[in-house]
């Protein structure tokens, strides 16, 4: 199993660029998360599916969007990219269990200039 | 309101000492998870543990134990005989009631361990 991963692991884009990080996961877990990290904080969550074609809103989700159309992939869509999505993304997946352990990937760090 | 708060911002200890990483949280959920992650220099997210909010027994998993306390809304974390490689960002988090998993983070615990 290679859990989830994530690509690419670091970008730097353009203000007002677009671009996909891609997350895919191999464990069959219905529930898959994207969160940013912000230097010195938290994460915080984007947005979250709990299946394919479910997709919803977390606490952060201006500027970006989801689609899940697989049980293994959840990419994330970042439209006219500002500093302020400056930040290192992070994916998780989840069994569907009540409250299973999140497993997370790598993470991409993404620099907007 | 849903939060959790980890009050150290970064702890610097030597090597072979006992450190407490503090984690309080807020919740009007009577079932919740807690957890605590750490994330080492290389920058993953590596699980370290899990509670529910009916077990309120500490536990102790080699060097690591937790001591959860409803009472105080408090899910600490203890390191015995600190070691150089347990140096990390440490993250608390909370799983609020209903099964969408989502996880509130705390903004996370510098932990330096000095030879």
């Known amino acids: 199993n290679a859990g989830v991963t994530q690509t690419p692991k670091f970008r730097i884009l353009k203000i007002g660029q677009s671009m996909t990080l891609q997350c895919t996961q191999d464990m069959n877990h219905n529930y898959m998360y994207w969160y940013r990290q912000d230097p010195g904080m938290g994460l915080k969550l984007i947005y979250y599916?709990?299946?394919?074609?479910?997709?919803d809103k977390g606490e952060v989700p201006n500027g970006y969007n989801v689609s899940r159309s697989t049980t293994e992939d959840f990419p994330l869509r970042l439209e006219l990219a500002a500093p302020s999505q400056t930040s290192v993304y992070f994916c998780?997946?989840?069994?569907?269990?009540?409250?299973?352990?999140?497993?997370f990937g790598p993470g991409t760090r993404l620099l907007v200039l | 309101a849903q939060k959790v708060t980890q009050a150290q911002t970064e702890i610097s200890v030597v090597e072979k000492e006992d450190v407490t990483l503090d984690c309080v949280y807020e919740?009007?959920?009577?079932?919740?998870?807690l957890f605590w992650y750490k994330q080492p220099p290389s920058g993953e997210l590596v699980f370290l543990i899990r509670r529910n909010s009916f077990d309120e027994q500490n536990e102790i998993s080699g060097r690591y134990s937790w001591n959860f306390q409803k009472s105080t809304s408090s899910f600490n974390f203890t390191i015995t005989a600190s070691q150089v490689v347990d140096s990390a960002v440490y993250f608390c988090?909370?799983?609020?009631?209903?099964?969408?998993?989502?996880?509130?983070f705390g903004q996370g615990t510098t932990l330096q361990v000095k030879p």
């Open positions: 998780a997946s989840r069994d569907s269990k009540i409250q299973e352990t999140q497993y």
């Open positions: 988090a909370l799983s609020p009631s209903g099964n969408t998993g989502k996880l509130i």
């Open positions: 599916s709990v299946g394919a074609g479910i997709t």
């Open positions: 919740t009007r959920d009577t079932t919740y998870y």
